[in-house]
């Protein structure tokens, strides 16, 4: 279906941009939004007021844990206070609200997320900032490539991003992969293209939850918790060819 991705802008303060592709699914027992993006803001460090069906941008930063911090405060990433010009990596989305989407970055064609930090921080928005803790994503040991990120907004304004622990449940269905932490999969970096077989990109699995701004309901997260216990990988396994091609362009 929608496929979309927009680089970032050039006053952003953060420099690198790396691959990204969105890839949105409509599932058949979702409502589907019938109003076209309403949203005229595209820069993730603006703020939007959004409402079903609008796109919405937002911005994943790669650094290390602590290149997010001034001091002992989380600063957002489009703060300029923070080094992040110099060190970090950047991705921008403009997923639809309301839909499941699942958002891929390719590490097998150049961009490692060990060497930019190995941590991300997902963000949006200049006055009404929001962003969500660093989590872990590889180091020289451990790659972690799943996972789940709810936008929560009040109406229609980005309030928090949450990212959701996927448990180790998962973690049997192959060899390779090892429980860190007792809540998240992971694989051996080693097993990891280039080093190994495994194509580890990050793949995010994105909800939304909330109100928009004529306070409808937003409930596709109601909907990822419930399909959680089945895979929703299959569902987007034949977009693989579409993602790569895409990146092909970035590199
Ligand atoms: C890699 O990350 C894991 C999980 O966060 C941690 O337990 C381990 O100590 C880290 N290893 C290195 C070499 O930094
Ligand atoms: C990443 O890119 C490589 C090379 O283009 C491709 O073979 C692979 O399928 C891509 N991985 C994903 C998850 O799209």
Redo the contacts with the bound molecule.
Sequence with gaps: MAASSSSAPSHSPLLLVVAVAVAAVALAALPLAAAGDGNGVYDPCSDARIQRGDGFSFGIAFASAAAFYSGSVQLSPCDRRLGLPSSGQLAVFRPKVDEISLL?I?T??GFNPASAGGYMVAFAGRKYAARSIPTFVSNSSFTVSSFTLVLEFNKGRLQNLHWKKDGCGACSKSSSLVCIGKQTCAFRTQSCKSQGPV?C?I?IQLAFSGTDKHESVLNSWYEVSNLRQYSLYGLYSNL??T??GQ??KFF
């Design positions: 891929t390719n097998t064609t194509d990109s793949g693989k060819d993602l790569s990146f092909n």
